[in-house]
């Protein structure tokens, strides 16, 4: 690669200022939308009972079509996108349910079913950490997002403000690393909560083993990722994370971190507090020594300085994993905690207790955020995502939290029979009804899809010449980009292949 071209790509992604955090929300309201006219689709026409090329197609064009329509062609109007698609959503929901549409017969699976059910009561005892398919749809969103970013952000169709800022300054994908972390910290709450439903407790010892094993693939990954930066002459923005640190090093840290943090559940069981704790703490140190002008303005002369960004932002990045966890530990079971004020405003309904429990932590990291951030009555900070700061920690935990909660809402109003089965064997069906397929198989191999996103992402940029190609080009590319991230996806979950990491 020339390294004139390479100095334009550096600079088409350096010095930004961002945009408004309320046009972010109206881009990312497109993946509920899409998601609400797709249960529409299937709760009121039962139109993907059956999945064939149609419904491949019709599923591809609302959960990823639409993001990246909203990303790029529709950036500047994703209020009419938002519309389009919740209209004929609430016209489907006002038609009568249609019949059953045929389904394909899987016999041996119902005799399967009937077998256990007959012979074994526990078979049809209820999961008491069930499969969530809104929790499904919120992280597969998610990863699409992120994975149409890293290519969209080198094409001109695809707005400088949605790129990564700066310094100061909000944009959508400062808010797509952090979801990343705080999705993670989510789901990291099922093995814990398992170990407690089974009694186990577990040493310091064995949860660092544990979690080594988890770090050590993303640790080798961040390495390789240095060796392709470099080796290839590929373009970096060296104020994101620093010379050589990467946002693999923030992930294979945050494993062992977590397994020694856990040790402190006694004298403080929250991960919400703990992680206002540490983003507090982080925030004081950053306003009251010369940690900020460190960080920003220092010149790079050792290891330790050269990756800055990375090591200090590793804090934010850690506190905003707890507050996912913590999220994570109310939403997956099936039982919450019970409390009275909850009983008297929900009464048994487990749902309507996760419902407010989700209405709950939104409006209270909104207004911890809009604390942080006011000029007139709080501390009047600015959202950083370099540093990692208390803003930033704040404006991630509450924007995942409300879109969970708008996520939980459509499973509620268009798939009931989720929450309400009484068996095990038809909340699965249930389950299974209330998920897209292709939602289903970003989320079971997000990674993995996320590792084969960034290679390709090379590939074309090596290619290619991002910046002068045509509107009609650059939507070309990135359609052919998403078809293919999507058919291996849908290959691996239709193989039964999930690979962890």
């Known amino acids: ?122 078979a049809d005892k209820l999961d008491p950490l069930p499969v969530r398919p809104f929790i499904t749809a ?45 999705s993670a910290g989510v789901v990291s709450a099922r093995p814990v909560l398992k170990g407690r439903l089974a009694g186990r407790v577990t040493g310091l010892s064995s949860r660092l083993y544990s979690s080594a094993k988890h770090s050590l693939p993303l640790f080798a990954l961040g390495l390789i990722r240095i060796y392709s930066v470099k080796g290839l002459e590929l373009a970096e923005h060296v104020t994101e994370y620093g010379v050589h640190w990467n946002f693999y090093f923030t992930l294979a840290f945050l494993p062992p971190s977590i397994a020694l943090i856990e040790s402190l559940t006694a004298i403080m069981p929250s991960p919400a507090l703990l992680s206002l704790l540490l983003g507090g703490i982080y925030q004081v140190f950053l306003e009251t020594t010369r940690l ?54 929900a009464g048994a309904s487990n749902r309507s207790q996760l419902l407010l429990r989700l209405a709950g932590a939104s409006t209270i990291w909104v207004l911890l955020f809009h604390l942080s951030t006011s000029f007139s009555y709080g501390l009047n900070l600015r959202v950083s995502r370099r540093l990692a700061n208390l803003p930033y920690i704040l404006w991630v935990a509450a924007f995942n939290c409300t879109q969970i909660t708008l996520f939980c809402l459509i ?76 058919a291996l996806a849908v290959v691996l979950d239709r193989c039964n292949i999930s690979i962890k990491l």
């Not at 929901?93 to 549409?101: H, K, S, V, Y």
């Not at 969209?152 to 400062?174: C, H, N, Q, Y």
């Not at 590792?451 to 290619?463: D, Q």
């Open 138 to 182: 919120y992280r597969a969103a998610m990863m699409i997002i992120t994975c149409l970013a890293i290519l969209a952000v080198d094409f001109k169709i695809f707005p400088r403000r949605f790129a990564k800022v700066e310094t100061w300054g909000t944009s959508l994908m400062d808010l797509g690393v952090g979801s990343f972390v705080f």
């Open 292 to 345: 900020k002008a460190f960080i920003l303005t220092a010149p790079r002369t050792d290891l330790f300085s050269q990756n800055r960004e990375g090591i200090f932002s590793y804090f934010g990045y850690l506190a905003i994993f707890l507050a996912g966890q913590d999220a994570g530990f109310f939403i997956l079971p099936r039982e919450p905690n019970r409390n009275r004020l909850l009983l008297r405003l």
């Open 411 to 486: 499973e509620t109003w268009s798939f009931p029979e989720v929450h309400r089965a009484t068996n095990k064997a038809a909340e699965k069906d249930a389950a299974n009804q209330a998920t897209s397929k292709i939602l289903r198989a970003f989320n079971i191999n997000g990674l993995v899809i996320f590792l084969l996103a960034n290679p390709l992402t090379g590939m074309v940029n090596m290619t290619l010449n991002t910046l002068t190609m045509s509107r009609e080009g650059s939507m070309c590319v990135l359609l052919s980009y998403s078809i293919l991230l999507t």
């Open 1 to 122: 690669m020339a390294q004139s071209y390479k100095t334009l790509k550096e600079n088409f992604v350096s010095n930004l200022s961002g945009g408004s955090i309320e046009e972010i929300n109206y881009i990312t309201a497109v993946a509920p939308a899409a998601l609400f006219l797709w249960s529409a689709l299937q709760s009121r026409q039962r139109f993907f009972v059956d999945y064939g090329l149609t419904e491949y197609l019709a599923d591809f064009l609302l959960n990823v079509g639409a993001i990246l329509l909203a990303t790029t062609l529709y950036s500047s109007a994703p209020i009419i996108l938002n519309l389009l698609i919740i209209s004929p959503a609430l016209l489907l929901n006002l038609l009568p349910t249609q019949a059953t549409r045929p389904k394909r017969s899987h016999k041996p699976d119902l005799a399967k079913r009937s077998k256990y059910a007959s012979t074994d009561g526990e």
